[in-house]
Each structure stands twice: as C-alpha cells, then as structure tokens.
C-alpha cells in the first residue's frame, strides 16, 4: 500500500534533482560570454591590450557579437587612441546591428575618428571647417586606403607574433640610390606618404608615385620612417 510519507519523500528527492540540475546550468557559461567578462574585469584593471585580446577571442560571428565590436571599438578609441581600428569594430557593429541600441552613438564615433584619421593621413594639426570638409569629401577615395591599412596593420601585428623578422624598411638608408640631381626630403615625425604628397603635389592622392620611387626602403605606406630620404619624383 502507498504510504503518504513514501509520496512526500518521493516529491522532495525530484524537487531536489531539479535544484541540483538548475544549480549546474547556472554553473554553464558560454565560451563568448566567459571571455567577455573576463574582458571587461581587465579593461576595468586598466590591462587594455589583454582586454582586446580577450574581446576578439569572444567573437563568434553571431548577433551577440556586436556588443563584443562595441566595446573593442570604445577600447581603441579611448584607450588606445587608435581611430584607425576603433573605425573597424564600430563599422562592424552597425554591419551586424544598424538599429541596434548603441547605433547613433556609434555613427557619431565613426564620424569623429575618419576626420581624425583623415587629418592624420593628410599631416595637418589644424583644419579650417573649409579643410575639414574638403577631407569629408575625399572619405570615398580614402576609405578602401584605410581599410588596406588596417589589414597591412593586422598582418603585421600577426607576423610579428609569430617571431622576428628583418622588414625591408629596416635596411640602412643608404643602401637606396639616389641619382644625382634628384629631388629628395627626409621624413619627419609625424609625416605620411599622403601628407609629404601634399606638400610637393598640393594633393595627397599622389602619394603612391613617392611610394613606387622608393622601393629600396618602402614596400607599404606604413615603412615610412622619421629620417629616412625619400626621392620625390
């Protein structure tokens, strides 16, 4: 016979179960979201490249990734006052979410950094709103040049982790001839291909011609370096 005790017992030891399965639920933490919080515990520890790397190893592609490119895309613009990749992750996020919480907020970074990165690329410290909006205009020709940056950036970065390597533009200067009688400047810090363009062709688009008359020392735009002579064709 079925005793109500035995059935009272019976209840207690599922409603234990179930507290013991939910209990271990809770203990489940996604992959992404356990390098997220491990980022943002770093990011608050002001440890912000350990923070980025972090970030970038929760992204999955999935729509949870958008929040992940917000904030690696805050952490560059911020902390590592680099519009060039803060760029990357906010246009990324609008890729996955354009209505997203964080959209308008985004849209006015990216207009802030591409006048930044646009005013670094041309070498000017100070714009007129004339200027400004002249370099506005050039973004449509300049922004397939900053999105090779930042893959050249990445490959670098990727290259450099995988050990030592002698780039082309670490060999000595002199090893570049330079005929007689040609025009030369030496770089200075500060200077880009695009701002030494503008300074002897009055346009910044003509700096692929300095960069294919240089080739002993410049391989990509981002070998430039302060004292090197460079020949202006």
Known sequence: ?????????????????????TGCDRMVMPRQA?????????????????AINLYEAALDGSE??????????????DK??????????????LTITPTGKHAEEVKRFMKR??????TQLSGDTILTQREAAQLRNDNLK???QIEDRWAQDKAA?????????????????EKQKIPANARTYTVQRG??????????????????????????ILEKPTDLKPGQTLVIP
Do not use: C
């Open 1 to 21: 016979m079925f005793r109500v005790t035995d059935f009272r017992s019976a209840l207690l030891l599922l409603l234990s179960s179930l507290g013991i399965l």
């Open 191 to 216: 200077d880009t291909l695009a701002s030494i363009s503008r300074k002897f062709y009055k346009s910044s688009e003509r700096w692929g011609r300095i960069l294919a008359a240089n080739p002993a």
């Open 64 to 77: 949870k990734a958008a929040e992940v490119h917000y904030q690696l895309g805050l952490l560059y613009d």
């Open 34 to 50: 356990q390098f997220t919080e491990q980022a943002n515990a770093k990011a608050e520890e002001g440890k912000y490249l350990e």
């Open 157 to 173: 970065t990727t290259a450099a982790k995988a050990g030592p390597a002698a780039p082309r533009s670490a060999r000595p200067n």
């Open 142 to 144: 300049l922004r397939k």
């Open 113 to 118: 950094d591409e006048l930044t990165l646009l």
């Open 80 to 93: 590592m006052n680099d519009p060039l990749n803060a760029l990357h992750h906010f246009k990324r996020f």
